[in-house]
Structure formats: structure tokens, C-alpha cells
């Protein structure tokens, strides 16, 4: 009997972690089925109309997603939350929100790419590149769980239209330790933790 009982014990447990797991396989689809969506409606129409709340993805959805920080770059979800976790890790809440403002107000701008995975890996992966952290010749992969979370939290909300723009429209930014030739070209609109935000003064991306 107490070995009948070990046998059906292991098994429930078994059959629970199967359907855990395609539960959070569906979820993950979900987010990037959404995200998607998502990310065609903010390119194509310049971001402006706000999803309803069916199309928008949800906190489980989203955490659902490469829950360890190691899939590859595939989709918008993943390549949003991979940028703002890498370019502003260090920088809580605020930092990260506003590097996530900056690629979508790139998205949403005629003169860059028509999606989030090219417009944070535009240029090359070895050389120069848009965000350091594409070119920097170090691994893609997230480090450290809990501001990988909070990465793709933010990404969510930036997908779903739910940030505010702190940036005030910036399509650019750099460190506060530099002093790129490119910044005097730009209006600076706002510092935001570690990073300088700038935006063109005529509205084109050069």
C-alpha cells in the first residue's frame, strides 16, 4: 500500500509538472503572438492608438517568456526585454523605463526599423552598432533573474502602450562618463539615471 501510494504520489506529481509547463508554454505563445500584433500596429501607425485590452499582454504572459534569459533573439518581447535589461541593469525602475522609451519612440519613428529586434540590433554585432550591449563582444544571455523580471515588465508595458515617455520623445542617449561628437547635434531632453537623452531638433533620425 505505501508503495501503491509513492507510485501515485510520483505520478500526480509528474502529470502536474506537465501541465505547469504547458501552461507556461502557452502563455509564453500568447505574449508572443500579442507582442507581435503589437509591434506592427506602433510601427505602422506611429504608435498613437492604444491596443484594447484583449490584444495586451499580461504579467504572466509576460514572465512566461524566456523565463531564464537564454532563447535566442527571436521576436519583440525578447529582444525589448533583453535591451533594457542589459543597457540599464544597474539603474532600478526609472533607467530602465526610459531605455525602453527610447526604443519604442525608434520603432515608432520613420527612420529606423519597422521592428524591435532590428532596431536594437541595427548595425553590427562586432564593430559599431546602436546599443552597446548588441556589439560589445560579451554574451546576450541574462545574468541576473530578478532584474530580467523587472526587464520584461517593463518591456511589456512598453509594448502595451503603458509607459509614459519620461524621455520626452528621445531617440538617442548615452553615459553620463562620455561625450559623443553626435550629442551636439541633438536637443538634450532629460537625464535619467546613468544616461543622457537627447531628440533630433527637427524631428528626422540621422
Known sequence: MRLSGAVACLTICLLGGQASAADQAEKADAAKSKAGVLEEKASATGGTARPAPAETINKAEAQAVDPIGEEPLDGAMICLARTI???????????????????????????????????????????????????????????????????????????????????????????????????????????????VFYKPAGGDAK
Open 85 to 195: 535589461y542589459w543597457e540599464a541593469k544597474g539603474e532600478g525602475d526609472a533607467g530602465m523605463r526610459a531605455v525602453a522609451n527610447v526604443v519604442m519612440n525608434r520603432l515608432r519613428h520613420k527612420g529606423f526599423p519597422k521592428t524591435v529586434c532590428e532596431v536594437v540590433t541595427q548595425g553590427h554585432e562586432q564593430g559599431a552598432c546602436q546599443f552597446s550591449w548588441w556589439c560589445d563582444g560579451r554574451g546576450d544571455d541574462a545574468e541576473e533573474q530578478e532584474s530580467y523580471t523587472l526587464a520584461k515588465e517593463i518591456a511589456r508595458k512598453a509594448l502595451n502602450r503603458q509607459l509614459d515617455d519620461r524621455t520626452n520623445g528621445a531617440l538617442y542617449y548615452h553615459h553620463q562618463r562620455l561625450t559623443p561628437s553626435w550629442s551636439k547635434e541633438y536637443i538634450r531632453t532629460v537625464e535619467v539615471g546613468a544616461h
